[in-house]
Every structure is written in structure tokens, then in C-alpha cells.
């Protein structure tokens, strides 16, 4: 039977890897996915992990219907065996709905990854609805790092590598930016005290996106 599968996480557990080896799975079997993405790191209409991987994918937009998006699609004598949808924390409530009705009505799997919840220790609207409506929700087994050494299980915001608990929900950033706007994986005990790996003076575990193009 068809499922809506949600796999979540904290950044840096390798959501987006796991999203791009079931793609070459499948594809690797002569199979035809669809994928979606919001907003990810590596620009518009991409899916992208830190390990360097990228692939092409569709970008959602605000208000789009992806029901109608597939079934068009597929209309159109197009082909689309399974879906994937990545930063799925970005979507709309009523655009799981649509991804739902992908799996009941047209018997398609849809594999859904993203985080559960904000800087804030919030959760996301998409996210929400995934854990609502979901067949199967999968924490990853990755198991990411706070800085102290302890399992990461809260996103932190930074600004100029200091956590900050007020601001939209929602700005594109990514890890390791000291700098700027960037976000950070701490311990429950870490995120409450908001005591960075730059505030605490240690460095922070987790790597750079790897430069594929010296391995």
C-alpha cells in the first residue's frame, strides 16, 4: 500500500542525504520520482545535502496546489512513480493535505523530510500536519552533536554566532555562519541556556559542506 512517510530530525542528521539516496534508489531501478523543495540552501529548484550532493527539483510556491501539480503532470503523459518533498517544515498545512490525497488518490508513495521544530522549540505548520496525517513518522538515526559532545535535539538561530529566541519563523540560513544569520543544533540543556558553541568559547562540531570538487 501506498504511504506518506515523514522523516524527521534536527539539522545536520542527514535528512537531505537520505532524500537523495532514495531518489538514486529508485531511479537507479528505472523508476520516475517527482521531487519538491522550498527554500533550500542550495538556491531555487534544488535539492541539496551538506555532504555536497544536488539534484534538480521542483521549488513550491506560496499558495500552489501540488495535487494538481502532479496530476497535471501526469496528464500531460508525464511519469511520476513515487514523490519526495524536502524542507517539508516549509509547506503549508493545506499543501500536506495535497500530498496526502497524492498517496490515497492516485497511489503514489510520498516520502516527506524536514524538521519538526523552529529555533523557537515550535512546531512548524507543515511539520504539524505531517505528524497528524502521516502513515509512518521516521526520526533519523543520525544521530547530530551538540557542541558539548551530547545528542542534538534543538535548532538554534544565530546572529554573530550568539542564539536569538524572536523573529519569523522562517529565514533561509544554514550552519556554521558566525557572521550573520545562521543556525546551530544544541542539547535541550544548551538550547535553554542559549550558550552557543561560540558563546561557550568551544567550536562547534559540525563540518562545512564538504568541496566535492577536491575529493
Known amino acids: 500500500m501506498p504511504e506518506l512517510v515523514f522523516f524527521s530530525g534536527t539539522m545536520d542528521c542527514g535528512k537531505s542525504t537520505l532524500a537523495l539516496q ?3 534508489n529508485r531511479s537507479a531501478r528505472g523508476l520516475a520520482g517527482m521531487i519538491f523543495t ?9 535539492l541539496s545535502s551538506r555532504l555536497g550532493l544536488v539534484t534538480d527539483a521542483v521549488e513550491v510556491e506560496d499558495g500552489q496546489d501540488l495535487y494538481a501539480y502532479v496530476v497535471d503532470h501526469l496528464s500531460q503523459g508525464g511519469r511520476a512513480d513515487y514523490v519526495i518533498a524536502d524542507e ?5 498545512p493545506v499543501q500536506i493535505d ?4 497524492v498517496v490515497d488518490d492516485l497511489g503514489l508513495d510520498v516520502y516527506a523530510f524536514g524538521i519538526t521544530t523552529d529555533f523557537r522549540s515550535k512546531l512548524f505548520p507543515g511539520s504539524q500536519r505531517l505528524v497528524e ?16 559532545g551530547a545528542r542534538a535535539t534543538h535548532n538554534a538561530r544565530t546572529i554573530g ?5 524572536e523573529g519569523a519563523q522562517v529565514v533561509v540560513g544554514d550552519v556554521n555562519q558566525s557572521e550573520a544569520i545562521g543556525y546551530e543544533v544544541l542539547c535541550r540543556r544548551h538550547h535553554r541556556r542559549r550558550m552557543t558553541a561560540t558563546t561557550s568559547g568551544s567550536a562547534a562540531l559540525s563540518p562545512d559542506v564538504l568541496p566535492v570538487s577536491q575529493i
Open 22 to 24: 532514495i531518489e538514486h
Open 38 to 46: 522550498r527554500d533550500d540552501r542550495a538556491g531555487e529548484g534544488k
Open 88 to 92: 517539508a517544515q516549509f509547506l503549508a
Open 98 to 101: 495535497q500530498l496526502a490525497r
Open 133 to 148: 496525517l502521516a502513515d509512518r513518522v521516521e526520526v533519523l538515526q543520525v544521530e547530530a552533536l551538540c557542541w558539548c
Open 161 to 165: 554566532g550568539a542564539m536569538v529566541v
